[in-house]
């Protein structure tokens, strides 16, 4: 058993509320975390345990503080982000450096109409702003919950404000669009707008409604489903393609071979929320075999730890990706099994 250490730290009580959390929720987590006391005497925190437990427990603290001067809402999410950054024993950098949330939290994207910043939040994040910066295409993958189209989408507006661009096209796979939405009443565009709803939702959230609209009357935000890129060169443009996971590979092909010059593309998905038939391959996967080596393509792995919504969706995503990588290797060891039997019987 390690030696247990006792660190001092001075916080005001300002600080203490930001960070403790309601019913100091948040503090007891990072004891249950990292299995040690924290005791608040008077302005001063002990923190009590093994040291290393004790060090990464004030790490964090001292982290979190930073973060409330910086005058950002601490949230839980935060608080295990900060943790699972400690917890990271591979990344020395990671678990000896006290400011990395606080150099993620430096790079505000643009402000939304209510003036609340938007900003990456975890270091996924942070790798995928910065190749959307320095690439021409940019492929974000990932499970729900990670930001991915919610920062495109904050970049595509930003650059658009600077005009650095002189438009931006949404589009998205509309699977549906063929016997089971002709159903439906309406127009074309009001079948297929289900299905680009959550890129109006950021567009009114970040640009307000609007400012959006009135762009979009004059042509310069163009919100369309994949099937609409055809036959077209898009110069000087911002292009999202979202839930790429569902292309075909050959929606994939003609949707990259429609960029023109001074354009920025970003493409989002998540290869397990696939909902083409079994029998047909994502233009998502292909792209990936395909594409990966060229310059100024940029592949940004997002992962369960990315995961920025509610803190039980990023033990669903978890879960499902340690369910997912169980399956794949009983397959694999099923497959060595026929090889191995195979060849036995060859030998016979």
């Given at each position: 058993m390690s030696e247990i250490t006792e660190l001092r730290l001075a916080l005001t009580a300002e600080d203490e509320r930001n960070i403790f959390g309601g019913n100091d929720s948040y503090i007891r987590k990072i004891?249950?975390?990292?299995?040690?006391?924290?005791?608040?005497?008077?302005?001063?925190?002990r923190i009590i345990g093994e040291k290393e437990g004790a060090n990464k427990a004030s790490s964090i603290i001292r982290e979190l503080v930073q973060l409330s001067?910086?005058?950002?809402?601490i949230e839980e999410q935060s608080v295990d982000y900060a943790i699972s950054l400690k917890e990271d024993s591979k990344n020395k950098d990671v678990v000896q450096n006290d400011n990395v949330l606080v150099d993620i939290d430096r790079d505000i994207i643009c402000h939304t109409v209510?003036?609340?910043?938007i900003k990456p939040k975890t270091l996924g994040q942070k790798k995928y702003i910065d190749a959307i910066r320095n690439k021409m295409i940019v492929f974000g993958l990932g499970p729900a919950g990670t930001g991915k189209t919610y920062l495109a989408m904050a970049m595509a507006i930003t650059a658009f404000q600077r005009e650095e661009v002189s438009r931006i096209i949404l589009t998205r796979p509309a699977i549906e669009a063929g016997?089971?939405?002709?159903?439906?009443?309406?127009?074309?565009?009001?079948?297929?707008?289900?299905?680009?709803?959550?890129?109006y939702d950021a567009l009114y959230q970040i640009m307000g409604t609007e400012n959006f609209i009135k762009n979009m009357e004059k042509g310069l935000i163009e919100v369309a489903p994949l099937a609409y890129m055809r036959g077209r060169t898009l110069d000087n443009a911002f292009i999202i393609l979202d839930e790429a996971q569902n292309t075909t590979p050959a929606q994939m092909k003609m949707f990259l071979t429609r960029i023109g010059f001074g354009s920025?593309?970003?493409?989002?998905?998540?290869?397990?929320?696939?909902?083409?038939?079994?029998?047909?391959?994502?233009?998502l996967e292909i792209a990936g075999n395909v594409l990966k080596g060229i310059d100024d393509i940029a592949f940004c792995t997002l992962t369960s730890s990315d995961v920025v919504r509610h803190p039980l969706v990023q033990k669903i995503v978890k879960a499902y990706e340690d369910y997912e990588k169980k399956a794949e290797n009983k397959?694999?060891?099923?497959?060595?099994?026929?090889?191995?039997?195979r060849s036995d019987n060859g030998k016979r």
């Open positions: 004891e249950d975390s990292l299995h040690v006391e924290i005791i608040d005497r008077n302005g001063e925190l001067r910086r005058g950002s809402h209510s003036g609340k910043p016997e089971k939405l002709g159903f439906l009443p309406g127009d074309l565009q009001s079948k297929v707008d289900p299905y680009l709803r959550p890129l920025k593309v970003i493409i989002t998905g998540d290869a397990t929320q696939k909902d083409l038939s079994a029998d047909v391959r994502s233009g397959k694999k060891k099923k497959s060595i099994q026929k090889l191995e039997k």
